[in-house]
């Protein structure tokens, strides 16, 4: 038996360790196609050739909810802490750097607003009720606006930038965010429930995994991407039987034995992504530059059990936003952050400028953020959910803004000198999909890890149905594999629950409570 994956996010990366450690599939039998240089797919992280850093994104963490990705954890070991896990070493390393944002809100005014309380009226807290409460089937492929009012979205509980929803998006997706992470309702503004991982989650997570894959002597081919599947129907039962690769304009052919296995990472919401710089936008990339949805449109085409991409595809202004990453060799910004968010760099979470033209957020972490960081950089992380919008300090929209102008920006709203990112730069960067998992979907429109009707292929990504998870987190990802590889390897050991924190009734009068305040 050989297992075959393509694609070398973090969705392959745990389906190669679950088939190691509970399948005892030998490591020399699994392959991991993937077309970048680098494995991780969204958990990335990069020093670039002029010196900066850069990276898409950072997952917010939480130990009460990440079931399976703390198992999958728990049996890494640790690149930099002989004896401990990754799982072990996170837990300490929040343990001592516990977060407690002091700053989550700030006004035009530059004002730090009390967001202890909602500001519900009566007609929110009934229209967040009946959404909460209705069934998936009732929601169908509804979106969010459609179940609440305007005024809701004034309130303080409506941070758009805490989990990155817009008012457009799915609300069969919030209303699983609302029962999944309810215990984190009553704590929300100050965001105590989240955990950061030592360094960035390149360097903390997707290096230490792919060190011990490697060790267990799986392969690793970069460079190359899977551009078709021959699948064959046996009695309605599907089979693939061949893979098809591009290894840069070369092409080569995988024939599949009976018993073999493929694991495919379908879409992608880091997918057509690009970078700017200091001096220029990020260019403006689609599907058709990156080609990372072609494979599975072509395989779902005619194959309804295989999901609809075009669900999620279709429409980039609804599901893209803009980050930046910042390289500092002056501490002065850093100072001047710490003094007026009153955290230390670590310990805060997003700080949003809720006037902000382009809705901005920032989030300073703890350093270093990467391995090998020099002690005299520093480094943070922001993004804005509107960057087709002008800004407030630059008369442009955020799209067309370099590195430099969004600088520029980010001082006009907390009302610094430009001269504290003195030999700063600054990388901006576009994701035109990256929330695309939220579309208003319909139910089949996203296929199970592992299709009825399939024989040997599994999904495993951000893009597959998986009931009561939430998107948008690598536990979604991580569960998807954790699903497919017991599935399809028939392995005798239950994928960790789903913990229902929304069953207790602990969770739920401490919620009811903040509601009502």
């Not at 990339?285 to 279709?314: H, V, Y």
């Not at 006037?355 to 090998?372: E, I, K, R, T």
């Amino acid at each position: 038996m050989k297992a075959y994956f393509i694609g070398g996010g973090i969705g392959s990366l745990a389906g190669a360790a679950f088939l190691v450690r509970d399948a005892q599939l030998p490591g020399r039998d699994i392959v991991i196609y993937e077309a970048q240089p680098l494995v991780g797919g969204s958990l990335d992280g990069a020093l670039l050739a002029n010196g900066a850093y850069s990276l898409r994104g950072g997952r917010m963490l939480t130990t009460d909810h990440y079931e399976c990705t703390w198992d999958l954890l728990s049996s890494i070991p640790s690149l930099e802490h002989p004896g401990l896990s990754v799982r072990e070493e996170t837990v300490a390393f929040n343990t001592e750097n516990p977060a407690h944002s002091q700053a989550r809100l700030v006004d035009r005014n530059r004002f730090k607003l009390d967001v202890s309380h909602m500001g519900f009226s009566a007609r929110d807290r009934l229209e967040l009720l009946r959404l909460t409460e209705a069934s998936e089937e009732t929601l169908g492929n509804s979106r969010i606006t459609d179940w609440l009012s305007p005024k809701f979205f004034e309130s303080n509980f409506w941070w758009q930038t805490t989990f990155a929803f817009q008012p457009w998006h799915s609300a069969v997706e919030l209303k699983r965010y609302l029962h999944r992470f309810m215990n984190e309702f009553p704590r929300i503004e100050t965001l105590a429930g989240v955990k950061r991982t030592v360094y960035n989650q390149y360097d903390a997570i997707v290096r230490p995994l792919a060190a011990w894959l490697k060790g267990q002597g799986v392969q690793f081919v970069r460079g190359t991407a899977v551009t078709d599947m021959a699948i064959e129907s046996e009695d309605g039962r599907l089979r693939v039987r061949q893979l098809v690769l591009d290894r840069d304009g070369r092409i080569a052919n995988v024939q599949l034995e009976d018993g073999d296995l493929v694991f495919f990472q379908n879409g992608s919401m880091t997918d057509a992504s690009s970078l700017g710089s200091m001096t220029e936008p990020a260019p403006c990339l689609t599907k058709s530059d990156s080609r990372g949805w072609a494979l599975w449109e072509r395989i779902a085409e005619g194959r309804p059990e295989f999901g609809k991409p075009s669900a999620f595809n279709a429409s980039i202004p609804e599901s893209y936003w803009l980050s930046f990453t910042v390289t500092c060799r002056d501490p002065r910004f850093f100072d001047k952050m710490e003094a007026f968010s009153g955290n230390k760099a670590g310990t805060g979470g997003l700080v949003t400028f809720r006037d902000s033209n382009w809705l901005m957020s920032v989030v300073l972490y703890h350093q270093p953020h990467f391995a090998g960081q020099p002690k005299n950089v520093q480094v943070f992380w922001g993004y804005a959910l509107h960057p087709d919008r002008v800004g407030n300090f630059v008369a442009k929209p955020m799209s067309d803004c370099s590195g430099a102008d969004i600088l520029k920006e980010l001082c006009g709203h907390l009302n610094f000198d430009l001269g504290v990112f003195e030999d700063a730069i600054c990388v901006p960067c576009r994701m035109p999909y990256i929330t695309s998992m939220f579309m208003p979907r319909s139910a089949t429109d996203r296929p199970l890890p592992v299709p009825r009707n399939s024989v040997n292929l599994a999904f495993v990504s951000q893009f597959v149905e998986i009931p009561d998870d939430v998107v948008f987190t690598v536990e979604y990802s991580v569960r998807a594999a954790q699903t497919a590889v017991y599935q399809l390897m028939k392995i005798d050991r239950p994928v960790p629950p789903v913990t229902r924190h929304n069953k207790s009734l602990a969770v739920i009068f401490a919620t009811l409570e903040k509601a009502f305040t």
